[in-house]
């Protein structure tokens, strides 16, 4: 039974910086791929960054948080981070990871089988 759980989410004020941490069970060593999503009050669920789990190759989906979030892994460890610098007001939604035993990274939501129940982060003014 594959279980991913994030925690590290909060309140923060605008230029602060938070960690997400994904923990995950369930899902074979070094297999398929952990991607971090967020989801805006009223908006879709949006794709912010992918890891491979085996090499470690990272891909970024929004444009918006380039520079700022880095997601990372600790590879003997079923754990994988986000990284979030400079936040913004419109950083504020709750972040979910998600994987799949695919070894693709993607930015859709619906290439994800398997889900976390999500952490809030809110970013104020």
């Known amino acids: 039974q594959v279980q991913l759980r994030e925690s590290g989410g909060g309140l923060v004020h605008a230029g602060g910086s938070l960690t997400l941490s994904c923990t995950f069970a369930?899902?074979?060593?070094?297999?398929?791929?952990i991607a971090w999503f967020r989801q805006a009050p009223g908006k879709e669920r949006e794709g912010v960054s992918c890891?491979?789990?085996?090499?470690?190759?990272?891909?970024d989906y929004l444009d918006s948080v380039k520079g700022r979030f880095t997601i990372s892994r600790e590879r003997l460890r079923n754990l994988v981070y986000l990284q979030m610098n400079s936040l913004k007001p419109e950083d504020t939604a709750v972040y979910y990871c998600?994987?799949?035993?695919?070894?693709?990274?993607?930015?859709?939501?619906?290439?994800?089988?398997?889900w976390g129940q999500g952490t809030q982060v809110t970013v104020s003014s």
């Open positions: 998600a994987t799949t035993r695919k070894n693709t990274c993607s930015g859709l939501s619906s290439e994800y089988p398997f």
């Open positions: 369930g899902v074979p060593p070094m297999d398929g791929v």
């Open positions: 890891i491979a789990r085996k090499d470690g190759d990272t891909y």
